[in-house]
Structure formats: structure tokens, C-alpha cells
């Protein structure tokens, strides 16, 4: 269902019709969890989903599927016959986020304490001693009990006290930020009172090649990695969008054709975005702390999620379609011209001499008036 916004809603409806009736059997879009308490029962309830598939044509990708398991991972949660658990990597960038080096990841690394403050206790407190080295005329010198502090704060960033369980009713913000370092990303529900609450964070650092980048292209490149690693959030129900750099809010913008004089990276990842149903929306980089602190202390990047790997065929697909089909030289325009009656009549004309207006074929006479 990728390459148009509306598509997963409609295959996600054809595959609710396809598998109903059967129990303990889910889907979300191309993803069915078969479940049953024994052995011989899952058997029979398998036997129905692959009928029905085989009935309208439908393949499985075997080294995608997992058969007989006691514990999965499906849609960010571990399920197993205890119960459903969140998944660790949910919190993996705040665990391994690195202590800060300067006053610069410091003070960006307390915004982001600070916005989720109201859900802190006791936040003044706990963040007193790190504030003594955003002073002025204060030499930076960590200490051990300065990462104590450092160490106890990322745990509660991580405590249910700040996360929240991810709930298809609420509405959905990605918010992104790039530095110099790497690429930081949040993903939060938004509550009736107004208030950004964090269900899971991302952030990696950047490749050689991608360090390189320039400004646009590397929070170009925030949201594509954010967009990846929460795909199964996101994928099919409309999210908002939100980056500090405002240029991308127009290049990105759900409503607009990217230009085609921009990069081909960044119409790249422009045809990437158009699978997704979004709003794109900006915001200031202050009021963007908590990613703004993950982008400027990411945690090394070893390989992408088995998430990331799972949309990449298809994505790639896309891309051949839409980029084999973006550079429009001049011999493939006169090419088209010279096919097309209408313009060909045009050129005719334009080289000789247009007859009155009144004698001209309907579709010529908006190039008559031109």
C-alpha cells in the first residue's frame, strides 16, 4: 500500500473484511498476529488466514514470517503469554544518551528536563547541581557525582511518570531536530490540556558522508529517519510534523509538489514522505528541547531496525518509479511536443502565422490568447 497517503486506510478495510469472522486472528495492514491457546487450535486458525489469502491472491514473503512464537514484537510491544510489555528500544536513546561535554549539551540536555517538568517531581531540586555550570565565569569541570545526577534524570525521563502508552484515539506529534552530531526525534500524544506527553525517542548520529550534509538536508534527513523508526505508529492514521527549520515546512508541506530544482535528495526523501498522511508544522527551536537534546546527544548508530529494513523493498520500488521519471531533457521534450497534435498545431503556428481566433479548434485558443 505504499506510494499514496490514502491507500493504507483502504487496504487496511480490505484486509479487516478479508480476515474477519476468524478468532484471534489481528491485522494491521500488512502485518496478522494469529493467536490461539494451543497448539492444534492455531494450526486450524493459520489454516484459515493462508485460505482466505491464497483465495484473493494474496503472497506471503516467507523469511518475513514467524510461525509458532512464545513472544513477538508487534506494533512497539513485546506480547507474550504474560502480557503485553513495551519494548526496550523505546527508550534506547535516552539510556545510551552520552553525558554532556560542554555547556552547550548541558543546557540543551536540561530543556528537555524541563519540558516534561510539570510531569517531574521535585525537578528544581533534582537539576540544581547540574545549573551550577551554565553560570557564568564557571570553569566546566564534570564530576562524578554530576553524572550520578545526569544518570538519575535520564531514568526518570524513562519512568512512567513521563511516558505514556501509545492510544489510536489521541493525536499523534513527531517532533525532530538535527545538530551537528546527529539526528533527534520524539514521538508524543497530545492531551486535551494542551500538553505534550513522550511515548518513545530516537536518535543516531551521523555517517561521514551524511556530516557533510548541509543544513536542510540534514533535518530533511531527521524526519526520514524519525518517520522510519516509528513507522508502526504512524504508518496509515494521519501524525503532525513538526521541525524548527522552517524551509522544510514548505518543501514538505502535504499540500504542496516539491520544486524541481530541489536536490534530488531531497525529492527523494519528498516521495518517501508522500506514503504518509500528515500535517507538517514549525516550531521554534527553544520549544523543541526535548528533541533538540537527543539530536545534540545521540547515541552511535550500529544498524537500523529490523522496522527500518521491512519498508525499505518497498520504498526503493517507489523511488525507481518516481525518479526514473524526474529529469526532462530537451530531447524528450521535443520529442512529446512533436507527438502531441495540439502542441505540434502550436509550434506550426507560432512559426508561421496564427489564423483569426474564430476559426481555431477549442483547445488551441488558450495558446492563441497567450
Same mark, same amino acid.
Given at each position: 500500500?505504499?506510494?499514496?497517503?490514502?491507500?493504507? @486506510?483502504?487496504?487496511?478495510?480490505?484486509?479487516?473484511?478479508?480476515?474477519?469472522?476468524?478468532? &484471534?486472528?489481528?491485522?494491521?495492514?500488512?502485518? #496478522?498476529?494469529?493467536?490461539?491457546?494451543?497448539?492444534?487450535?492455531?494450526?486450524?486458525?493459520?489454516?484459515?488466514?493462508?485460505?482466505?489469502?491464497?483465495?484473493?491472491?494474496?503472497?506471503?514473503? *516467507?523469511?518475513?514470517?514467524?510461525?509458532?512464537?512464545?513472544?513477538?514484537?508487534?506494533?512497539?510491544?513485546? $506480547?507474550?503469554?504474560?502480557?503485553?510489555?513495551?519494548?526496550?528500544?523505546? +527508550? /534506547?536513546? #535516552?539510556? &545510551?544518551?552520552?553525558?554532556?561535554?560542554?555547556?552547550?549539551?548541558?543546557?540543551?540536555?536540561?530543556?528537555?528536563?524541563?519540558?516534561? &517538568?510539570?510531569?517531574?517531581?521535585?525537578?528544581?531540586?533534582?537539576?540544581?547541581?547540574?545549573?551550577? !555550570?551554565? *553560570?557564568?565565569?564557571?570553569?566546566?569541570?564534570?564530576? /562524578?557525582?554530576?553524572? =550520578?545526577?545526569?544518570?538519575?534524570?535520564?531514568?526518570?525521563?524513562?519512568?512512567?511518570?513521563?511516558?505514556?502508552?501509545?492510544?489510536?484515539?489521541?493525536?499523534?506529534?513527531?517532533?525532530?531536530?538535527?545538530?551537528?552530531?546527529?539526528?533527534?526525534?520524539?514521538?508524543?500524544?497530545?492531551?486535551?490540556?494542551?500538553? !505534550?506527553?513522550? #511515548?518513545?525517542?530516537?536518535?543516531?548520529?551521523?555517517?561521514?558522508?551524511?556530516?557533510?550534509?548541509?543544513? +536542510?538536508? =540534514?533535518?530533511?534527513?531527521?524526519?526520514?529517519? @524519525?518517520?522510519?523508526?516509528?513507522?508502526?505508529?504512524?504508518?496509515?492514521?494521519?501524525?503532525?510534523?513538526?521541525?524548527?527549520?522552517?524551509?522544510?515546512?514548505? +518543501?514538505?508541506?502535504?499540500?504542496?509538489?516539491?520544486?524541481?530544482? @530541489?536536490? %534530488?535528495?531531497?525529492?527523494?526523501?519528498?516521495?518517501?514522505? %508522500?506514503?504518509?498522511?500528515?500535517?507538517?508544522?514549525?516550531?521554534?527551536?527553544? /520549544? %523543541?528541547?526535548?528533541?533538540?537534546?537527543?539530536?545534540?546527544?545521540?547515541?552511535?548508530?550500529?544498524?537500523?531496525?529490523?522496522?527500518?529494513?521491512?519498508?525499505?523493498?518497498?520504498?526503493?520500488?517507489?523511488?525507481?518509479?518516481?525518479?526514473?521519471?524526474?529529469?526532462?531533457?530537451?530531447?524528450?521534450?521535443?520529442?512529446?511536443?512533436?507527438?502531441?497534435?495540439?502542441?505540434?498545431?502550436?509550434?506550426?503556428?507560432? %512559426?508561421?502565422?496564427?489564423?483569426?481566433?474564430?476559426?481555431?479548434?477549442?483547445?488551441? $485558443?488558450?495558446?492563441?490568447?497567450?
Amino acid at each position: 500500500p505504499f506510494g499514496v497517503s490514502f491507500a493504507p @486506510a483502504l487496504f487496511q478495510r480490505t484486509m479487516d473484511q478479508l480476515l474477519s469472522g476468524i478468532e &484471534g486472528v489481528v491485522c494491521y495492514l500488512d502485518d #496478522i498476529l494469529v493467536t490461539a491457546p494451543t497448539p492444534e487450535l492455531h494450526l486450524q486458525r493459520l489454516k484459515q488466514v493462508l485460505e482466505r489469502l491464497e483465495a484473493v491472491g494474496i503472497k506471503t514473503e *516467507r523469511r518475513k514470517c514467524a510461525w509458532f512464537q512464545s513472544s513477538i514484537t508487534y506494533l512497539g510491544h513485546v $506480547i507474550d503469554r504474560f502480557g503485553i510489555h513495551p519494548i526496550a528500544d523505546k +527508550i /534506547e536513546a #535516552i539510556q &545510551g544518551m552520552p553525558a554532556p561535554q560542554n555547556t552547550t549539551e548541558l543546557r540543551s540536555f536540561l530543556g528537555s528536563i524541563t519540558y516534561y &517538568g510539570r510531569f517531574i517531581p521535585n525537578l528544581h531540586a533534582e537539576c540544581a547541581l547540574l545549573h551550577r !555550570l551554565l *553560570r557564568k565565569n564557571v570553569r566546566w569541570n564534570w564530576t /562524578e557525582e554530576d553524572n =550520578k545526577v545526569f544518570l538519575r534524570l535520564k531514568t526518570i525521563l524513562c519512568s512512567n511518570d513521563t511516558l505514556v502508552h501509545y492510544d489510536p484515539k489521541l493525536p499523534i506529534y513527531v517532533c525532530t531536530d538535527a545538530s551537528n552530531r546527529g539526528a533527534g526525534a520524539v514521538l508524543s500524544h497530545k492531551f486535551t490540556d494542551g500538553t !505534550l506527553r513522550p #511515548i518513545a525517542y530516537a536518535s543516531r548520529t551521523w555517517t561521514d558522508t551524511e556530516g557533510r550534509y548541509s543544513t +536542510i538536508d =540534514k533535518e530533511a534527513l531527521a524526519i526520514i529517519f @524519525a518517520v522510519s523508526k516509528f513507522n508502526s505508529y504512524l504508518y496509515g492514521r494521519h501524525f503532525f510534523l513538526v521541525t524548527d527549520h522552517k524551509p522544510l515546512q514548505y +518543501i514538505f508541506s502535504e499540500n504542496r509538489t516539491t520544486p524541481k530544482i @530541489a536536490s %534530488n535528495r531531497l525529492l527523494r526523501w519528498a516521495t518517501i514522505l %508522500n506514503s504518509y498522511n500528515y500535517t507538517i508544522q514549525y516550531q521554534c527551536g527553544k /520549544e %523543541n528541547a526535548p528533541a533538540d537534546a537527543l539530536s545534540r546527544l545521540p547515541i552511535a548508530m550500529t544498524s537500523r531496525s529490523a522496522e527500518e529494513e521491512a519498508g525499505e523493498p518497498k520504498r526503493s520500488q517507489l523511488l525507481h518509479l518516481r525518479l526514473h521519471h524526474l529529469c526532462v531533457t530537451r530531447k524528450t521534450l521535443k520529442s512529446g511536443t512533436s507527438a502531441d497534435p495540439v502542441l505540434r498545431k502550436v509550434c506550426d503556428y507560432t %512559426n508561421g502565422r496564427w489564423p483569426e481566433k474564430k476559426h481555431l479548434a477549442a483547445e488551441l $485558443i488558450p495558446y492563441f490568447e497567450k
